[in-house]
């Protein structure tokens, strides 16, 4: 529907967050136990309204939650999640951060009103820890498959992931 003369249409209220991948060098993934809701998820938040970006959203919020610097990374998983009751539904962007050393690992420092603890995990382990939604992005950004694209946590029929390297 065309908005009346002089109106703007109206724009979409759809939060979007970015999280993050973080290995340490024996492939354990890094995962956290949040304060607000049950389960482990992995460091990440909803990107601010300012103008942020999805990756500058994973950036600020790994550094809020466990007190770690990312510098880079690639965009390895998105996710559309239609709104529910009860849910605003939602664009997930998932960054994998790479490998990080054992002595910036060591200066992890979680925001105690966020999140209770961490853990470093093989991967199999963190894929049973994790809430469903992010279970499935972070098995889907593992894959080997390059970055994929994802509705409700699923590949989409018909729909290719790009290949890494291509």
């Known amino acids: 529907m065309e908005p009346a003369t002089g109106e703007q249409p109206a724009v979409p209220g759809i939060p979007v967050s970015a999280g993050a991948l973080i290995f340490d060098r024996k492939g354990r993934l890094l995962i956290l136990k949040p304060t607000y809701k049950s389960g482990w998820t992995i460091p990440g938040g909803v990107m601010e309204a300012d103008g942020e ?7 600020r919020e790994v550094g809020e939650e466990c007190g770690i610097e990312i510098s880079t990374g690639r965009l390895a998983c998105m996710d559309f999640r239609r709104p ?8 997930r962007y998932l960054f994998d951060c790479g ?6 690992l060591r200066g992890i420092a979680v925001q105690p009103e966020e999140v209770s603890t961490y853990r470093l995990v093989k991967l199999p ?6 809430r469903g939604p992010i279970r499935r992005r972070v098995r889907a950004a593992v894959s080997g498959a390059g970055t994929v694209y994802l509705e409700q946590g699923r590949p989409v029929r018909g729909l290719r992931s790009r290949r890494k390297g291509s």
């Open 53 to 59: 970006t999805p990756w500058q959203a994973c950036q």
């Open 84 to 91: 529910r009751d009860g849910s605003p539904g939602g664009v």
């Open 125 to 130: 382990e963190a894929l049973k820890l994790l």
């Open 99 to 104: 490998v990080f050393d054992d002595a910036d």
